[in-house]
């Protein structure tokens, strides 16, 4: 799980561009969205392709995901018990 | 204030207006149903040209998108005096995408590939044009932008005439990044319906002959409206502050006793179509009926505001308000009257909202008749009424370059170069919390330029009177590369929302907007080379016309990432 989350962080740092930022930097219980990391809803839509291309999980839209991107431990977890890859 | 005295569509509905109209009107749909399109896995619905009309319409030698503009322009100059041969004759092609269909990931396998103005240039050659075109690129009120261009070069004296076309072609480039948007309806989309499920991508090249006015009996463009509600590059604002002053600015008392219709954008995507509902309610026109046509066309995206707004002329001078195909039911909160029936009117004036990518927006107001009341309350854009020009000063300038920045002709230290410089200039100089490290290189190029200029500048000057006028050639070519590379390769169809929104190029100045609350008109346009002659003449037609308190224009462009160019000014009115 741990390395799971590693992977994740790592994977929206990325993705997202978040400048200057390392993975211990990101709380997992922390929000994303809103006071949290601060995410919009264009890294949203970027967090659905994130689950697609590296976990092979197809959500169909942000309203979909909106209780998984709750926080890292929220992804964290829906990833183990959904992915394909 | 300029005469239509021709035009032409150029849709799956047909090739010449009269085709488009009478299709329209019997209640037909370009839409198709398909599994699978252009390589794009997945279910669409889409407004695109079927192969056999494909077939005759691309030429040999001439990307899809370029056919097209070839087609519509060509049609429409066959239906009126309007010498292409003439200096005073300009060619203006309004696309949020060109012809990127043609691009390669490489350089060298381009092939057709052009930017969107050399492209247009070649259009303009092989059509005989001798001026140099002008292309525009606004994402969806590209079409519309090109109109109020147009207008303005007009009254400005530097041409008579202008062919004012709006054209995006479908492209699996665009698809992808509309599907990593999930803003697509795999079923013909229902503007303003409270089933509706998105919008569907459709294909068209529209064209308006605008000449300078001389009375006759004929539709005109009399006024118009742009502006940002800079609220978030992709979301619309949700109380539709922008459209709904976009349309009091050319509302006056007399234009509204004689409006038959608003014609809407009306996209049927959840957000667009509520945002317009409290835009146009808002504005006051709770009692006009509003009409939709992207379940005829599709959302033609450039295309849109010229496409649209013909259909509106014909419709009217057949004295029908037409019913929005795809409407049943009312699925938005702001106080509209959709309209869902044929009506007859004896009104011959209509107002045309757009809204896009970059949070632009914009309200056009066509009609047979002569508002005496224009240009009381702000600048007329007719010659015949030509205002005293308004006066700038220049506040500030800048120069950035991989090599520096330099402020008002002075360098700046700083130790990096090429695109690494642009970070250090903005962590240093501006760290205003934005997205500026989710844009691609012209973005931050165009950001950081605009940032340095609008420091502790702009307070003295009302949000709504701050305008952006960017001029480039190659806008977001490093984004476009960059979307390709997200799923052209096998089995790998990953597109990325975040490298899509950069392709559009517009899309800085929506950033810029936000960080800076410029309320203003925005607006890219694209030229074949840097000129800086030209880029002075637009402003000046630019400020003549619409007067903003305070402007910030010029040059940006990048190629790589070691190659790189912002050239901007600020300008204030005189006091």
């Known amino acids: 799980m741990e390395e799971l989350i590693f992977n994740l962080k790592t994977q929206i740092i990325d993705a997202l561009n978040l400048e200057d930022m390392t993975p211990e930097q990101i709380d997992n219980d922390a929000p994303l969205f809103g006071d949290g990391l601060g995410l919009d809803s264009i890294d ?4 659905i392709v994130i689950l697609d291309k590296h976990y092979g999980i197809k959500l169909a839209s942000p309203a979909e995901g909106k209780e998984v991107f709750k926080s890292i431990n ?5 990833v183990q018990k959904h992915r394909t890859k | 204030m300029t005469s239509i005295v021709a035009t032409n569509i150029t849709s799956p509905l047909g090739l010449s207006t009269e085709e488009n109209y009478a299709a329209v009107r019997r209640g037909e749909s370009g839409l198709k149903t398909m599994d699978g399109c252009l390589g794009v896995p997945g279910r669409f619905c889409l407004g695109i040209f079927s192969q056999e009309q494909k077939r005759s319409l691309h030429l040999e030698g001439f990307s899809w998108f370029e056919s097209l503009v070839l087609h519509s322009v060509r049609d429409a100059l066959s239906r009126c005096d309007v010498d292409p041969a003439s200096p005073r004759t300009l060619l203006i092609v309004g696309t949020s995408t060109g012809g990127v269909e043609e691009l390669g990931e490489t350089p060298d396998k381009d092939g057709l590939f052009l930017a969107p103005p050399l492209a247009v240039k070649k259009v303009a050659q092989a059509l005989g044009f001798v001026s140099e075109p002008l292309a525009v690129s606004n994402a969806c009120i590209s079409g519309a932008t090109a109109q109020m261009l147009a207008d303005r070069l007009i009254a400005s004296g530097a041409y008579d005439s202008a062919l004012v076309c709006g054209a995006d072609a479908l492209s699996a480039f665009v698809l992808a990044g509309f599907f990593s948007f999930k803003a697509l309806s795999a079923a013909p989309c229902r503007p303003f319906d409270i089933e509706r499920l998105g919008l569907n991508i ?8 605008l000449t300078r006015d001389d009375g006759s009996e004929c539709w005109r463009l009399c006024d118009g409206c742009l502006n940002n509600d800079a609220y978030h590059v992709s979301a619309p604002i949700p109380s539709g502050d922008g459209v709904c002053r976009a349309i009091q600015k050319v509302l006056t008392p007399e234009v509204r006793e004689s409006l038959a219709c608003v014609t809407a954008h009306g996209t049927a995507t959840m957000f667009n179509d509520q945002m317009e509902s409290k835009g146009i309610g808002n504005a006051g026109l709770c009692d006009i009926p509003v009409t939709a046509y ?5 959302h033609t995206f450039g295309a849109s505001g010229v496409v649209e707004a013909i259909i509106t002329m014909c419709s009217l001078d057949e004295g029908l308000v037409l019913p929005t195909l795809g409407f049943q039911e009312i699925g938005v909160s702001g106080k509209i009257q959709v309209c869902d029936t044929l ?22 107001l066509y009609a047979k008749s002569v508002f005496s009341a224009q240009g009381s309350s702000h600048a007329p854009s007719s010659a015949q009424f030509a205002p005293v020009p308004a006066q700038y000063d220049l506040v500030k300038s800048l120069r950035i370059t991989p ?18 410089l642009l970070s250090e200039l903005f962590k240093a100089r501006l760290a205003d919390g934005s997205r500026f490290f989710k844009m691609d290189l012209f973005s931050r190029l165009a950001y950081l330029g605009a940032g340095l200029l609008a420091k502790d500048a702009l307070e003295d000057c009302p949000a709504e009177d701050i305008a952006l006028l960017f001029f480039t050639q190659n806008g977001s070519l490093l984004a476009d590369r960059k979307h390709l590379s997200t799923f052209s390769a096998p089995d790998a169809f990953y597109p990325s929302p975040a490298v899509f929104i950069n392709t559009l190029p517009n899309i800085v100045l929506g950033e810029i907007a936000l960080s800076q609350q410029i309320k203003g008109e925005t607006t890219l346009v694209m030229i074949p080379e840097r000129d800086d002659s030209r880029i002075e003449a637009i402003a000046k037609a630019t400020t003549d016309a619409t007067r903003p308190a305070a402007m910030i224009y010029g040059w940006v462009d990048c190629t790589e990432e070691t190659a790189f160019r912002a050239e901007l000014k600020l300008i204030k009115i005189k006091k």
């Open chain 1, 44 to 47: 949203a839509l970027e967090l």
């Open chain 1, 74 to 78: 929220c992804i964290a977890d829906y």
């Open chain 2, 202 to 209: 459709g294909e068209c090249a529209a064209t308006m002959v």
């Open chain 2, 294 to 298: 992207k379940a005829h066309f599709g």
């Open chain 2, 343 to 364: 009506l007859s009117t004896s009104k011959r004036a209509f107002i045309k909202t757009q809204s896009g990518f970059g949070s632009c927006n914009g309200a056009l």
């Open chain 2, 403 to 420: 090599d520096g920045l330099w402020l008002d002709g002075e360098a700046v230290p700083a130790q990096e170069r090429g695109a690494a």
